[in-house]
């Protein structure tokens, strides 16, 4: 008489996926060189590592997908990439830029700009925090505030403009700081921001919005930082209108909370730019 011997499942393979884990290091390493050039005083090179570092991070989530190599190391490994990036580097680009010269007029407006540039940092950390602790709860068809990559790509943009003043004075530092500081708030905040993730990029469309694409970014290459900044404001201002005109539409009655997702995913997490892989 035979006994079945039961089987026990294999062990989970060790090691991790390569190519999207690759595009992950090259946005941190953006975000790193965007550090090192804010150092030196080199504010064109800082912003455009920070565009940069956004095309890796958004091709990373896709990469893992379209492989089927999603996993949590990629999720968790993307989040610290995204800190590094549009987190840290944002606010020290911000800070290198802005707060030597506005300390020119006085202690208080020295304590704004460095105040401000950690406001922005410790935003970008709580909303990475805050997308982990609700991963399981997203609503793919928006962003709950403003995505992390989308206000790095707005003081980034405004930092790049900025530098091409030769005197800004007190108004225009005040103003980058502020925004800095604007920024950070709507990353925590509740505002919900469409998401790009749910564009149907197979559907039909009509030639005229397919013409806006080739031009949009012909103007960028022609004119990177005002372009750049014109966009990003429109879209960071957007949805906070929107959302003001809904909430008086319904008499200050709370509007419906939408929770988002986030930067990085393996199954089932989702990163601001997309889901995460190894």
């Known amino acids: 008489m035979s006994t079945s011997v039961p089987t026990s499942d294999p062990p989970p393979r060790r090691g991790i996926y390569l190519l999207p884990n690759l595009l992950t290091t090259a946005c941190l390493a953006c975000g790193f060189f ?15 590592a920070i565009f940069l570092a956004m095309i890796f991070d958004g091709l990373d ?4 997908r379209w492989t089927r190599s999603e996993s949590v190391f990629g999720k968790e490994y993307d989040s610290l990439a995204d800190m590094v990036s549009f987190g840290v580097a944002p606010a020290l680009v911000a800070y290198q830029w802005g707060v030597e010269a506005i300390a020119e ?5 020295e304590r704004f700009g460095w105040i401000s540039a950690f406001f922005y940092a410790v935003c970008a950390a709580l909303r990475l925090a805050r997308f982990n602790s609700r ?16 206000a790095a790509g707005l003081v980034a943009a405004f930092v790049w403009f ?19 500081a604007i920024a950070g708030a709507l990353m925590v905040s509740s505002i919900p921001y469409p998401s790009i993730k749910q564009i149907d990029w197979t559907a039909r469309v ?52 939408v929770v988002t997702a986030e930067p ?6 989702h990163s601001e730019s997309g889901p995460n892989a190894d």
Request: glycine residues 10%.
């Open 61 to 64: 989530g896709r990469v893992a």
């Open 34 to 48: 965007a550090i090192v050039a804010a150092i030196h005083g080199d504010f064109v090179r800082a912003g455009s």
């Open 162 to 180: 900025s530098s091409e003043w030769r005197e800004p004075g007190l108004p225009g530092l005040a103003l980058t700081f502020s925004v800095t």
């Open 135 to 150: 991963a399981a709860t997203v609503d793919k068809r928006f962003f709950e505030g403003l995505p992390s990559p989308s």
């Open 206 to 257: 009509k030639f005229f919005y397919f013409v806006i694409v080739p031009i949009s970014l012909a103007l960028v290459a022609a004119e990177p930082p005002g372009m750049l900044l014109l966009l990003f404001t429109i879209y960071v201002s957007l949805a906070p209108l929107l959302w003001m005109l809904r909430k008086l539409r319904k008499g200050g009655a709370p509007a419906d909370r």
């Open 105 to 109: 007029y006085g202690h208080a407006w």
């Open 264 to 269: 990085t995913g393996a199954s089932k997490h």
